[in-house]
């Protein structure tokens, strides 16, 4: 039974009242990608009482993550829980009138519209360009917001998009011609080339960084959700905490005219073919998709036996390899999802890593 005095304090606020709780508990949102970003704007959104968050993540828990990433524990990375079912779990006691589902997935072109099907927004969690692309072209075709956000070393930035190609039919967050901004591809309108841009593993970041860019996009989530829409933050907002320097872009004048995405309606991205091999940032590791999407995780426990110390846990198989060592001499750890996905970790080489793939796992 939801507790009558819950959210008093957050009632009391003009731009929410009785009427606007009621939609925020009638709300769904996505959280693609349960890091730094995520994990704040999921607690922050659960705390406010949105009623379902979809939690979506492919990654596990591990020591380094603990500095920023606030719904994890020690517990979770000494037994590398996926980060989705972590938070969810912790969510759970944060409040338990909140449905969390979660999904221990890649965000992708296959997956996406079944990830996102029934939400209401999407604020971005995530670590890399090429599925923030993603994020942009499904939220502007279903006619939903998206809500970006980055932060890395001492600065953040954040930016609402809510597509000129107005709300879908369907769509539950409503918003008019003047309140429309421009899409990613508009500001940005290709993913910066792969190992261009500084991450958290090259440059570090600061934990007050992240929160403090996630917690903007929980704002402008709430917002949009009691309906709101007007009050929306609609810059390009930045920051550098260390330098003491908050920097807010007008849009208006950004919107392309020739924009492929918000006025040609092509979706690239979100048409491409799922990227078989890609490099985790921060993670010093490559996963690799299988052709297939699904693999049984019983023969391969007994065929592991014999290479390493392996530990099924879940839907994942997880150890490391006795044998194996990456270019740099490190040793070699591996995950296998009984969604077809595996994390080789010790080392970035692609070619490598498939290598170590297709020896041990096979193709």
């Known amino acids: 039974m939801t507790d009558p005095d819950r959210y008093r304090r957050q009632v009391r606020l003009p731009g929410i009242g009785e009427e606007g709780q009621a939609r925020l508990g009638r709300g769904t949102v996505l959280v693609a990608g349960c890091g730094a970003l995520g994990t704040v704007a999921a607690d922050l959104l659960c705390r406010a009482g949105v009623g379902t968050l979809v939690i979506v993540d492919r990654d596990l828990v591990e020591s380094t993550n603990?500095?920023?990433q606030t719904l994890f524990t020690e517990r979770d990375a000494e037994r590398s829980t996926p980060k989705a079912e972590a938070a969810r779990l912790r969510l759970a006691q944060a409040n338990s009138t909140v449905r969390v589902r979660a999904f221990v997935d890649e965000i992708d072109s296959s997956t996406i519209e079944s990830l996102a099907a029934g939400c209401d927004l999407v604020v971005d969690g995530l670590d890399n360009f090429e599925t923030r692309y993603l994020l942009n072209d499904f939220a502007v075709s279903q006619g939903i917001p998206y809500l970006y956000g980055a932060g890395v070393a001492t600065e953040g930035m954040s930016m609402p998009v809510l597509s000129r190609r107005g709300p879908g039919a369907s769509a539950r967050i409503r918003w008019n011609e003047s309140e429309s901004t421009p899409c990613?591809?508009?500001l940005f309108p290709t993913p910066p080339p792969a190992g261009t841009t500084p991450t958290c593993e090259t440059a570090g970041v600061l934990g007050s960084v992240t929160m403090t860019v996630a917690a903007h996009q929980a704002t402008q989530a709430i917002k949009l959700l009691v309906g709101d829409v007007?009050?929306?933050?609609?810059t390009l907002r930045s920051f550098d905490l260390w330098k003491n320097a908050n920097r807010s872009l007008d849009t208006d004048g950004a919107m392309d005219p020739d924009c492929p995405c918000c006025v040609g309606a092509r979706y690239e991205h979100l048409h491409a073919a799922p990227a078989p091999v890609r490099i985790l940032c921060g993670r010093n590791a490559v996963q690799i998709r299988t052709g297939d999407g699904q693999v049984d995780l019983d023969p391969l426990a007994d065929r592991f036996a014999g290479l390493g110390v392996f530990?099924?846990?879940g839907t994942s198989l997880r150890g490391r390899l006795r044998d194996e060592r990456s270019p740099d001499g490190s040793p070699?750890?591996?995950?296998?999802?009984?969604?077809?996905?595996?994390?080789i970790e010790g080392g970035t080489d692609p070619d490598w890593a498939l290598g170590v793939f297709d020896r041990i796992v096979g193709r």
């Open 332 to 343: 070699v750890s591996l995950v296998v999802f009984a969604d077809g996905r595996a994390i």
């Open 311 to 313: 530990e099924r846990v």
């Open 184 to 186: 990613l591809r508009c």
């Open 230 to 234: 007007a009050a929306v933050d609609r």
């Open 66 to 68: 603990l500095q920023r």
